[in-house]
Structures are given as C-alpha cells and as structure tokens.
C-alpha cells in the first residue's frame, strides 16, 4: 500500500472513531433530552383542597425530569449511561428501583394519611424522626451523590431552607440508593453494599450543603415505604399528615406547597373581627 492510500486510511479510520464516539457518547444523551423536553412537565395544579378538613395538594406524578431546563437535562443526560439505561445492560447492580417505581409511588404514603414515621441516624451522628417534626412542616427528599437530579436540587434546596424559621418548617434529605453508581459521572462510585459506604457517601454530600442529610439503611426500608423513588419529595403538615409529594423533587412545586401552608395558618390565627352593628 502506497503512502497515499495509507493516509487516506488513516483519516477514514480517524474519522470513523470520531463519529462513533459521538453515536456512543453524544447522541443517546442528546436524543433522549430532546424527547424529554418535547414532552414538558406534566401537569400540576397548586390549588388547595381538602380531605377530611386537611388542606393537601395534587400530587405530581411525572415519568421523566419535566420541569428541568434543556441545559439542565443535557447535564442529567450526560452524567448516565443513557443507552444502558434502555437496553437493561446498566452498569449499576441495583435495578429494582428502576422496575417498581411507576407503580409503587402512586400507591405508597397517600396523600391525606398520616405520613409513615421514621427513625434515622443523621451524617453528623444525630437523629431524624419524623414524628418530632409535629408541630411544624416537615419537608423531606431522597437524594444521593450518584442521583443527577437530586444533586441539581441540592443548591436550591439549601437556598429553599435559609427562607423558613427552622421553628415553622423543617427541611432534610434522606439518603438513599446509589441510582447511577459507576456510570459514566460517577466513575469512582461504587454501589453501596454496607451502612457504613452509605454513610461516607452521605458525609460527602453533607460538604455541599447545610441541610440535615439522614441516612436510609442498607435495606433502603424507608425509601420503599414512601414509594422506591430515589429523588422524590415529601411535605408533611404539622399535625403529621402527608400532605403533598412528588415524584422528581422540584424546589418550585415545595415552596408554593410551603408558603400556601403558612398562608392559611396566619390566616387561621388572626382574630375574627365582629362587623356587626350594636344592638342597643
């Protein structure tokens, strides 16, 4: 083979590696964002009802990140391996949450119930239960350092708790299931196979923000009993009642379900003014 040929060769055979790297690397996370922001949000009303006298709210259920911007879902996109995730050959050897979460989040923890209590240790060796919460709103949401969206909301959320008197509202995360451990963002990650691992991974996490982080056991018992949906969240009223959650946390949809709630108890404390005229 002559000089020429050989070049030619190797420019065809550069060029052939480059595009697939871009139909491996490239292209699944930028088709899949796409249809997702094609799709949009799905549909959410904020106006309060009530249930057996409890103010609650629609749930949002949503198979997909809807309310992310298109940058924002190209930066999820990028940190998963996209084309793993839809031929079952993830690298990630948890895949129960994958299987159950569309059913199981619907039925578990309905809205208008008491919200199931827990226990949990937290990443600084105190405690988080939820019943203690009575009293105020107890704002919650299952997060991990392998869990793209939820690492997106961890600034927001930490923005979100500094707004409300820890007397009034209180927020913290729940660690959970490593859900993208060893993809392509999260190389050095492993999944988590003792308490201790998750606890580690939880201290790291504790470094980017000041919201309690408490920690799932390795059984992940709290994260199925509220629906196996590893960045979903949760608000609670202060009697104990779940009163609004939501599939893919989105820190928007929490503080309107926050603020409505302080509305109507300022409302419910003013004092009734009688407007009637005297009778003599």
Request: glycine share 4%; charged share 25%.
């Amino acid at each position: 083979m002559d000089k020429l040929n050989k070049r030619r060769l190797i420019k065809w055979l550069a060029i052939a590696s480059v595009l697939s790297l871009i139909v491996v690397f490239v292209l699944p996370p930028l088709v899949f964002t796409a249809y997702d922001y094609v799709k949009g949000d799905a549909d959410w009303d904020p106006t309060p009802k009530s249930v057996n006298g409890i103010t609650v709210f629609e749930p949002h259920y949503s198979d997909h990140p809807g309310h992310y911007t298109f940058g924002e879902k190209i930066s999820i996109a990028s940190k998963i391996d996209v084309l793993a995730l839809f031929t079952g050959t993830r690298i990630s050897e948890d895949k129960t949450v994958f299987a159950v979460e569309p059913l199981a989040f619907p039925k578990a923890s309905p809205i208008g119930e008491p919200a199931p209590d827990f226990e949990l240790e937290t990443t600084d060796g105190a405690s988080v239960r939820l019943s203690d919460k009575h009293g105020k709103i107890g704002v919650f949401m299952f997060v991990a350092m392998t869990c793209p969206p939820a690492r997106m909301q961890v600034d927001l959320w930490t923005v979100l708790n500094k707004k409300y008197d820890k007397q009034a509202v209180e927020m913290f995360f729940v660690y959970s299931v490593e859900q993208h451990a060893g993809e392509r963002g999260y190389r050095e990650f492993k999944t988590t196979t003792t308490y201790e691992q998750k606890m580690d991974h939880a201290r790291m996490m504790s470094e980017l923000t000041d919201v309690p982080i408490a920690v799932d056991g390795i059984d992940e018992i709290v994260l199925a009993t509220y629906g196996m949906t590893p960045n979903a969240a949760f608000v609670v009223n202060e009697e104990g009642v779940l009163v609004f959650k939501s599939q893919w946390a989105d820190v928007r949809k929490i503080e309107r379900v926050i603020d409505l709630l302080l509305e109507e108890k300022t409302l419910s404390l003013e004092p009734v003014v009688d407007t009637s005229p005297l009778t003599l």
